[in-house]
């Protein structure tokens, strides 16, 4: 079965430093992977998705993610944070042979000035 | 673009009383979409897959009955939560997944308050 593990439930950084969100995935082949953002009282965006083309995948608002498969990851960086990124961050796996998704516990990333 | 369209994005109501959040996929036709529920500082839970023309799938613990589902087009799903009580009162979103692609794409979320 499909899972995903996000490490950190809390990220804090400052602003213009980079930010690292780190996703772990279980799964029984190469999967899709997507990581999805959500600001206060708001709907999930999507920011970025890994399909098993290339294993850099760049998204929306600077950030970008690397799938490695010897490591089984899919973290999440941005080279300088933006207090706008300030959100909670799901790493999302597709769940096989069902239409649902499998979400993370999610990562809430704080921007300090 | 995907785009999928919620509403309302907030309601109070009064406990006893019955609540329709209404989901819609503006841009393209979606035979399945899904209800979560959110509760604050947590991951989603899914509550349900709609399936348009048919049934709902309900996920265990979640009673059919107090969460009403009916897809009756291929662009609109609505959730009625029944005989609100206040601990319904939670963040509650839809999303819908278009042919051919992986991935879903979600509404805004409602904000239910009963009291």
């Known amino acids: 079965a499909q899972s995903v593990t996000q490490l950190d439930s809390h990220v804090s950084v400052s602003e213009g430093t980079p930010v690292l969100l780190r996703c772990n995935y279980s799964?029984?082949?190469?999967?899709?992977l997507f990581w999805y953002v959500q600001h206060p009282n708001k709907g999930l965006q999507l920011l970025l998705k890994?399909?098993?083309?290339?294993?850099l995948v760049k998204g929306i608002n600077g950030f970008e993610a690397e799938f490695k498969k010897s490591e089984t990851s899919f973290h999440l960086t941005k080279p300088s944070a933006h207090m706008s990124d300030a959100a909670e961050y799901f790493c999302?796996?597709?769940?096989?042979?069902?239409?649902?998704?499998?979400f993370g516990t999610g990562t809430l990333l704080a921007v300090q000035p | 673009g995907a785009v999928v369209s919620q509403h309302p994005s907030r309601v109070i109501c009064k406990s006893g009383t019955s609540v329709k959040i209404e989901c819609r996929s503006l841009?393209?036709?979606?035979?399945?979409m899904f209800w979560y529920r959110q509760f604050p500082k947590q991951s989603l839970m899914l509550m349900a897959t709609?399936?348009?023309?048919?049934?709902?799938?309900?996920e265990q613990g979640v009673e059919k009955d107090k969460f009403l589902i009916n897809h009756a087009s291929l662009t609109l799903s609505t959730l009625t939560v029944t005989s609100a009580h206040p601990e319904d009162s939670s963040f509650y979103i839809c999303?819908?997944?278009?042919?051919?692609?992986?991935?879903?794409?979600f509404g805004q979320g409602t904000r239910l308050t009963v009291v």
């Open positions: 999302v796996v597709p769940g096989g042979a069902t239409n649902k998704l499998i």
């Open positions: 890994y399909t098993s083309a290339a294993t």
């Open positions: 999303s819908a997944r278009k042919t051919g692609l992986a991935e879903a794409f």
């Open positions: 709609s399936n348009e023309g048919s049934k709902a799938t309900y």
């Open positions: 841009d393209f036709q979606a035979t399945t």
């Open positions: 799964s029984s082949y190469s999967p899709s």
